[in-house]
């Protein structure tokens, strides 16, 4: 281990790693609710994300829809930050990612699928809200650029809801209490471009240090978790997350 590395990474064998919007802007997503986030500057944006608005309204579902397109666009990739965390797990350290995001980049850079809870869920799924059956989000954009702008359930003609959490939907019960299991158990929390101002996930923070993990916060801005944290990094993502997954892996080998 190099003397620059921080005490803390010493004797770390199971990391929580908590992250938001903030790990995914350098890969082109927007972050939503930050101060200058899409919905701060565009409060009519947000109002497709109510899921009494999608549900009832074929408006508001078209724009959605034209929206996701905009997230699934070729040139959207994990960044820096996604393939460090997944590097530190192929490394033998347990790694269990809890996401805020719905972008799915944590799998795509390599971290296993059974590692990431995915705490608001996925944009990869779309769900028909009357029989339930499942299409894939990519095959559900391709009708939608052939011209079904509110593309119904191939099955029985439903409304289609991506698997997501939306305004006025809470967490899966059960996703949530594992989170928190993770959480309790983990050495190291890494919270990681998260304002932290969203619950219950925010919370998990607080679970974690009370069972004695070490809290660390790699956020631009402050968060009502700093005061918990052993420290608080600044620096962007891109370059902290690497550097604090290097320093785990030396102090581990
Ligand atoms: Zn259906």
């Not at 809470?170 to 969203?198: C, E, K, M, P, W």
Request: neutral net charge; hydrophobic residues 40%.
């Amino acid at each position: 281990m190099d003397g620059n590395s921080p005490a803390w990474v010493r004797g770390v064998s199971r990391v929580a790693v908590l992250t938001g919007a903030g790990i995914s802007t350098d890969s082109g997503i927007p972050d939503y609710r930050g101060p200058s986030g899409v919905w701060t500057r565009d409060p009519e944006l947000a109002e497709i994300f109510n899921r009494e608005r999608f549900v009832a309204d074929p408006g508001v579902r078209r724009r959605y829809w034209r929206h996701i397109g905009g997230l699934y666009r070729a040139d959207v990739r994990p960044n820096a930050a996604h393939r460090a965390l997944a590097e530190l797990e192929a490394s033998g350290t347990a790694v269990r990612i809890l996401t805020q995001n719905v972008d799915g980049l944590h799998q795509r850079a390599g971290s296993s699928p059974r590692k990431v809870l995915e705490l608001h869920g996925t944009l990869a799924t779309a769900r028909c809200l009357r029989c339930g059956a499942t299409e894939p989000t990519p095959q559900v954009l391709e009708r939608v650029a052939a011209g079904a702008d509110d593309p119904p359930c191939l099955k029985c003609g439903g409304t289609l809801q991506p698997a997501v959490v939306m305004f006025g939907q809470f967490l899966d019960s059960q996703v949530l209490s594992l989170a928190q299991n993770i959480a309790r158990h983990s050495q190291l929390f890494l919270a990681v471009g998260t304002s932290l101002t969203v619950e219950p996930s925010a919370g998990l923070c607080a679970a974690a240090v009370e069972c004695g993990a070490t809290l660390v916060i790699v956020n631009r801005d402050p968060t009502p978790y700093d005061e918990l944290a052993t420290e608080i990094v600044r620096e962007p993502i891109g370059t902290a997350l690497p550097r604090i997954c290097a320093a785990l892996r030396s102090a581990a080998a």
